[in-house]
Structure formats: C-alpha cells, structure tokens
C-alpha cells in the first residue's frame, strides 16, 4: 500500500459557550481558513481522551473546564485535495466527534504563537461553515445537524 493510501484516526471538539457558539480556530498556515479543534489518536488512546487532549492543546482550555453534552454515534471522514496527501494523514482523517460546553471565561483560551493556528473566535455554527475549508464542509454540517439543539441560532421558534 502506498505510504498516502490511508485515513488518519483522530478525534475532534465542538466547543460551545453558553450562548451556543462555536470557538473557531483559524489556520496559521491558511489565513482565513477557520476550523474546530482536531487531531489524531495516540496508540492506545480512547477517542473521547483524544478529543479532550486535542481541545486542551489547540486552544489551552482544560478537559476540567468542558463539559461532555454528546457524542456523534459514528466516526465521520474528509477526505484532503490529493496536493494535500501526506505520510500522517494520507488521503484524509475518519474522526470521533464530541460535543462539550465550556462555561468559564475567555480569556482562558490560548492559541499558542507558532502553532499550527493564529486566532480564535466564537462563532454560530452556520458561519464557520462558510469560513471552513470545502472538503470540511460535509462532515462539519453532519455535526451540525446532530448538535443542532445546542447550537446558537438552531433552535425552533
């Protein structure tokens, strides 16, 4: 099998606040490029473990201070452009998703200068899926639709 002929286990975070807003973590390597925390698993490591660590990483917020609300039911999967084809993440990434809510202060969060993101921002849901890169888009409105009644702006009249 070639080296990029394989998805990347990982697990990723939708962290609300308590309005029902995303935080969004915008790219360092693409400006504009906007995205939920995400990763991949650790040998060993349960999907839920990662997605905590991967929140805590990505944006310095404590697994104590997020609370689990859901879990998608099945792993989801993007696949990558083929120019973005790699020997860690091959042709894509199948993840385990979570849901938390995080009811603490702001100025918590922390993207660290020189990681893999610049900015962070809470945001509805509906506008991330606008500022996220294409081939996320299907799986990020999968999450969407599953998380919809805690999601600012989603809620029926």
Same mark, same amino acid.
């Given at each position: 099998?070639? &080296?990029?002929?394989?998805?990347?286990? /990982?697990?990723?975070? *939708? %962290? %609300? +606040?308590? &309005?029902?807003?995303?935080? !969004?973590?915008?790219?360092? +390597? =693409?400006? /504009?490029?906007? &995205?939920?925390?995400?990763?991949?698993?650790?040998?060993?490591?349960?999907?839920? $473990?990662?997605?905590?660590?991967?929140?805590?990483?990505?944006?310095?917020?404590?697994?104590?201070?997020?609370?689990?609300?859901?879990?998608?039911?099945?792993?989801? *999967?993007?696949?990558?452009?083929?120019?973005?084809?790699?020997?860690? =993440?091959?042709?894509?990434?199948?993840?385990?998703? #979570?849901? #938390?809510?995080?009811?603490? *202060?702001?100025?918590? %969060?922390? *993207? !660290?200068? /020189?990681?893999?993101?610049?900015?962070? &921002?809470?945001?509805?849901?509906?506008?991330?899926?606008?500022? =996220?890169?294409?081939?996320?888009?299907?799986?990020?409105?999968?999450?969407? $639709?599953?998380?919809?009644?805690?999601?600012?702006?989603?809620?029926?009249?």
């Amino acid at each position: 099998m070639h &080296q990029s002929q394989f998805f990347r286990a /990982g697990a990723g975070a *939708v %962290i %609300i +606040d308590r &309005q029902g807003l995303v935080l !969004a973590l915008e790219r360092a +390597d =693409t400006p /504009g490029a906007w &995205q939920l925390p995400q990763g991949g698993l650790d040998p060993g490591e349960e999907p839920l $473990a990662a997605g905590l660590r991967e929140a805590e990483e990505e944006t310095g917020l404590p697994a104590a201070g997020l609370a689990l609300l859901d879990a998608y039911p099945e792993p989801l *999967v993007y696949e990558l452009p083929p120019k973005f084809h790699s020997g860690k =993440t091959g042709r894509g990434q199948v993840q385990y998703w #979570f849901l #938390f809510r995080y009811s603490g *202060v702001s100025t918590t %969060i922390d *993207v !660290a200068p /020189g990681g893999e993101f610049r900015a962070w &921002q809470w945001l509805p849901f509906e506008e991330l899926l606008v500022l =996220t890169a294409a081939f996320r888009r299907p799986l990020y409105r999968r999450l969407a $639709a599953r998380f919809r009644e805690h999601l600012a702006g989603s809620r029926s009249a």
